[in-house]
């Protein structure tokens, strides 16, 4: 890329959904025919998301976090165990331990890819803990055999957070197809997107049917025919469950968005290489790196100012606000918030996440950016770096 000084001004918002007239005739198609909550497009969908990843069964839900809640419970985590998971993640990832009574207990993370630290996961395990959430970093691939091995040996059940994992690879393994449970996540900015869904997927037959029923109030209505001649009324509520399923509007869009997840990973792989091509020549950056044994979903691209560059990460965000460039934060940890503070966490205790927290951002990667785009987010932002390290002097 030839870097050529930024005289024209753009508008790029952090995040643009993809979608186009097959989203939109998919949808329409489930407005005429008429039956627009759960049914024959939502089991279609489960069908290919199973086809997709390679998973045994694919359960689809109204959002990530309802799969991480059912996901617990159908793992049997109870009132007061103990659930590790990454300090640095989406508050969703510990706000489903509150739904049950567990406890959160966070877990620093690496340096490197900003996923959940197995070194560490060690020091945080207790007779109560029951259950790890490894949470895939921005497409990132946690260390998944050392989180296996630790798993084994004290008997915890693996769930994973892969809201930013569609598609992504561990050791040629699809995501999806590891953990005990994976947990997806179809919201507006994922890179599949239905404005709110989620999966589950899980090898566990036994596990899938009550996740199923589960979903939708617990109700079975094959449960109540192996009993007693019931009319097409007829159903059996076997536990009380939730309201959690998936409407066929939804899955109609995701349809035809699961057929383009490579496509459009090629665009977000190809943007992440046009900016590390940039940002690896520049010292005012350190560099995020995804281990050689994954191949990332690149839900999202981190920048990181350097420690001794002195960039200032807040005075970096309004200096690219101020050129149009839309930028997020990826995470604040949730030691830091309101909500955690009875647990008694202190930023010391979590020196890496602190680290990363305090010099990133993650720059905009949606697929449909245009080569122009792509060009000045990267060339802003090391004449951005420019301009604030200058003016210290
Ligand atoms: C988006 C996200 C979630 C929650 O997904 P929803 O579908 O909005 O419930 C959970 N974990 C992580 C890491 C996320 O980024």
Redesign the pocket.
């Known amino acids: 890329m030839v870097m050529e000084p930024v005289s024209r001004s753009m508008k790029i918002p952090f995040h643009k959904v993809h979608t186009g007239d097959e989203e939109i005739n998919a949808v329409t198609e489930v407005i005429k025919n008429g039956w627009l909550t759960m049914g024959p497009k939502t089991f279609a969908f489960e069908r290919a998301f199973s086809d997709y990843t390679g998973a045994r069964n694919s359960i689809a839900v109204n959002?990530?976090?309802?799969?991480?809640h059912l996901s617990l419970v159908a793992a049997g985590v109870c009132a007061g165990d103990e659930v590790i998971i990454p300090a640095m993640?989406?508050v969703?990832?510990a706000e489903v331990l509150a739904y049950i009574g567990a406890i959160p207990v966070l877990c620093d993370v690496k340096k490197s890819d900003v996923t959940i630290d197995p070194d560490k996961i060690i020091s945080c395990i207790t007779p109560r803990t029951k259950a790890v959430i490894p949470?895939?970093?921005g497409g990132s691939v946690c260390d998944m055999d050392s989180i296996f091995h630790i798993a084994q040996k004290h008997n915890l059940t693996i769930i994973e957070?892969a809201?930013?994992a569609l598609p992504s690879y561990y050791k040629n393994r699809m995501v999806g197809t590891i953990g005990h449970y994976t947990?997806f996540?179809?919201?507006a900015?994922?890179t599949l997107s239905t404005g709110?869904?989620?999966m589950i997927t899980t090898d566990d037959d036994y596990a899938a049917e009550r996740i199923r029923i589960l979903r939708l109030h617990g109700i079975s209505r094959e449960a109540w025919n192996r009993y007693a001649e019931g009319g097409q009324w007829a159903y059996d509520v076997l536990e009380t469950g939730y309201k959690y399923n998936m409407t066929d509007t939804q899955a109609a869009l995701g349809s035809v968005q699961l057929q383009k997840q490579d496509k459009l990973c090629e665009k977000r792989e190809n943007i992440a290489a046009k900016y590390d091509y940039v940002f690896h020549a520049s010292s005012y950056f350190l560099p995020y790196k995804v281990p050689d044994y994954v191949r990332s979903a690149h839900?999202l691209y981190i920048l990181r100012l350097a420690e001794d560059s002195g960039l200032d990460r807040d005075m970096f965000i309004n200096e690219l606000r101020n050129a149009g460039i839309g930028t997020s934060v990826?995470?604040i940890p949730l030691y830091r918030f309101t909500a955690f503070s009875g647990y008694n966490l202190s930023p010391a205790d979590f020196p890496v996440s602190e680290w990363i927290f305090k010099r990133s951002l993650s720059l905009p990667i949606f697929p449909d950016m245009t080569d122009d785009e792509i060009e000045y987010v990267a060339a802003t932002a090391v004449q951005t770096a420019e301009k604030l390290s200058g003016s210290r002097i």
């Open positions: 959002s990530c976090t309802a799969a991480l993640t989406f969703a990832t949470v895939h970093y957070d809201a930013h947990c996540s179809f919201y900015t994922k709110e869904g989620g839900h990826h995470y």
